[in-house]
């Protein structure tokens, strides 16, 4: 599946995707961020509000349990900082299909 195009509709490659949130990312004052950081941010935060792992899986295009796992650890490490445990609401939040 192709999300980003270029202006002649090609496919992008995965460096050119890069470069291109690279560039956005500093015409819009941000610094210090990257396609694949973003990318790991929203796994944490789908987790964070209790999305299920197939949801993960489905929005992230992962294969695995073991894949989505990995990319939210920092909402699992945020938990036990916390102490806090947030009530599952996938199902008003999230909505895949």
């Known amino acids: 599946m192709t999300f980003l195009t270029t202006r002649q509709g090609a496919p992008r490659s ?9 560039r956005a990312y500093t015409d819009a004052g941000l610094t210090g961020l990257s396609a694949h950081g973003i990318r ?11 999305a299920t ?3 993960r899986m489905a929005f992230l295009g992962h294969e695995t349990q073991s ?3 990995r990319y939210s650890k920092s909402a699992d490490l945020q938990k036990v900082v916390s102490g806090t445990e947030s009530s599952n609401s996938a199902g008003t939040k999230f909505k895949i299909g």
Request: aromatic share 12%; charged share 25%; proline share 4%.
């Open 14 to 22: 995965h460096k050119s995707a890069a470069q291109w949130f690279s």
């Open 40 to 50: 790991k941010h929203r796994a944490s935060v789908f987790k964070e509000n209790g």
């Open 67 to 69: 894949e989505a796992a």
């Open 53 to 55: 792992p197939e949801q």
